[in-house]
């Protein structure tokens, strides 16, 4: 902590800032470096999920508009100048509206639910790396931990479903949970084969493998990254990511018209987490996309520098594929979702988890 | 006391409260949820361990997808809630037997090997070491005979329960994917052509 603050300080504060440390070393003693630590931790911990946070909103209104432009509107333009407070305006409104509670729901459960939805997708940015050393916990297992806690968010929609102790919501909730299950198995088997091939359980290694190899020493990075070995993969894991987060042609419970969701006894701020929980865990897809299969912060062309600039294109890119998704694709039934998942990615990782196999063991490995 | 020593009791207090939630609780769904927070502080206990692989793969595989499915089971099936203290007292000398049978083993096992586990040196290692590669090297080289032995068991599980629920040719009508993308417009349209008639 220290030493980043002696380099982003300007000179005349540091005399004040060695004084503020021999300060706190005799009031604290020797737990002043553990103090430290731990202030330290919780900086870079806002520092990550401000901006998320701020980002979410601000998906939220950039898919209102990309989505306008691509039907030929205008978008929201009203609130500020181009529209660009909206988000604001909109979180104000659900935060003033009335909560309600359905008789006989499961009260603590109920309000519950939506935090378990929403939790999951920020908690795994403990461990997303935004370069080399960027990055908040650089533990060994960090994408088994990403996994492990993403599947914790299917608990919101099931407590939701169940303790809104209504019929509508209990099924729908069934539908939601059984697809994000469906769709993890797929995601889990295409991660396989992303393991396989860079050797590793850590993020930031497999970013760094597929910065090696024929095409990046010809200073063509972007062949090299895994999307083009493992294109059926790259296109599976996409497709599920788009099934695990409930958007579009997935968003079943979005479907008010035909087929309702778990959230429809949800009003006010409690229903707007969800929302929330539906964008983070849309903005973390994309970075996982980005680092899995895109190269991470490796710039396309071995001229330009590798940044953390790259995976925000990246990831930017991904929400714009989102949301064309979204303006385009009719929404899927529900039985046509499930025979997806199973009948057609299931299968189709499996095989290819052979072939990878068969491929590293063979003289034309590519990935040694 | 030490950071982590605190950290062990309290993960430790959380989880026996929670195991004994799942007992006491009225409500099978509350309890279903407090045995998640019990697996949850586990695998608390199994990191602090430095079994990160263990722990996670707790999460993974018993809070991520089995928990899930029991709820389904809990939440669907229509328990009275009245009704199950029924029989308690009738079955609480067999249940007692059976209970103090298990905490005789577990106490035999565990008094043996773990007694000081505050205190027994876990082996330190450096921060690259990765648990799960030492594992899967283990699995795959010494266990290979036991793991593939598992799997083939799993395999056999799968199989049997798809066999259970498999009861014939559905009777509903179903629309089969590869029928609908094969289908050419001209086996559903047909364009006649009908001369204008003259006007009398």
């Known amino acids: ?368 | 006391m030490e950071f982590k020593t605190f950290v062990f009791y309290f993960i430790s207090a959380v989880l026996v409260f929670a195991s004994l939630r799942v007992v006491t609780l009225k409500n099978p769904v509350h309890a279903a949820l407090h045995l998640i927070l019990a697996f949850f502080s586990a695998s608390g206990v199994w990191i602090l361990l430095q079994a990160e692989f263990l722990a996670i793969a707790l999460v993974l595989v018993y809070v991520g997808a089995v928990m899930v499915l029991f709820l389904f089971v809990v939440m669907l099936l229509d328990i009275n809630v009245d009704r199950l203290r029924e029989g308690f007292w009738k079955y609480l000398p067999l249940a007692s037997i059976v209970s103090l049978l298990m905490v005789a083993e577990m106490a035999l096992v565990l008094g043996g090997t773990y007694s000081g586990l505050l205190e027994s040196d876990i082996p330190q290692q450096d921060s690259q070491y990765s648990n799960s590669k030492a594992l899967g090297r283990l699995l795959f080289t010494e266990y290979v005979y036991p793991f593939e032995l598992a799997s083939v068991i799993l395999l056999v599980g799968v199989v049997a329960a798809v066999a259970l629920t498999l009861r014939g040719k559905t009777k509903s009508k179903s629309v089969s994917p590869s029928e609908q993308v094969f289908v050419k417009a001209k086996d559903r349209v047909r364009v006649l052509k009908i001369p204008a008639e003259a006007r009398e």
């Not at chain 1, 694709?329 to 095989?351: A, E």
């Open chain 1, 1 to 368: 902590m220290v030493d980043t603050l002696q380099l982003i300080l300007p000179g005349f504060l540091l005399p004040y800032l060695d004084r503020f440390m021999q300060f706190g070393q005799e009031l604290f003693g020797g737990a002043w470096q553990d103090i430290l630590t731990v202030v330290w931790t919780v900086i870079k911990v806002m520092l990550i999920i401000a901006p998320l946070l701020l980002g979410v909103a601000y998906t939220t209104f950039a898919e209102r508009k990309v989505i306008g432009w691509m039907q030929v509107r205008i978008g929201p333009n009203r609130v500020g100048p181009w529209g660009l407070i909206q988000p604001l305006a909109d979180g104000l409104k659900l935060l003033l509206k009335e909560v309600t509670i359905p008789s006989g729901a499961d009260k603590f459960v109920f309000l519950i639910a939506p935090v378990f939805a929403f939790t999951p997708a920020v908690l795994a940015w403990a461990v997303i790396p935004f370069s080399d050393f960027l990055v908040l916990a650089n533990v060994n297992a960090s994408l088994l931990f990403i996994m492990a806690v993403t599947s914790i968010s299917v608990y919101g929609i099931i407590l939701a479903g169940w303790s809104s102790n209504s019929k509508y919501a209990f099924l729908g909730s069934m539908r939601s949970a059984a697809q994000m299950i469906s769709y993890e198995v797929a995601m889990g088997l295409s991660l396989v084969v992303v393991l396989m091939i860079s050797n590793s359980l850590n993020v930031v290694d497999i970013v760094q493998a597929q910065g090696q190899g024929r095409f990046a020493d010809m200073g063509l990075n972007f062949l090299s990254w895994n999307w083009l070995p493992l294109l059926p993969m790259f296109v599976v894991y996409l497709v599920s990511i788009f099934a695990e987060c409930g958007r579009a042609p997935f968003d079943l419970p979005e479907g008010e018209s035909e087929i309702v969701g778990y959230h429809v006894e949800y009003a006010g701020m409690s229903f707007a987490v969800f929302q929330l929980a539906e964008y983070s865990a849309m903005i973390l897809g994309t970075a996982l996309i980005s680092l899995l299969f895109l190269g991470g912060w490796s710039s396309p062309f071995g001229f330009l520098p590798d940044s953390a600039f790259w995976l925000f294109f990246k990831m930017f890119a991904l929400l714009v594929v989102f949301f064309w998704a979204r303006a385009t694709f009719p929404r899927y039934r529900y039985d046509q979702v499930m025979r997806l998942g199973w009948k057609v990615f299931i299968p189709v990782c499996l095989v290819w988890l052979l072939i990878v196999g068969c491929w590293m063991m063979s003289p034309w490995n590519i990935w040694k």
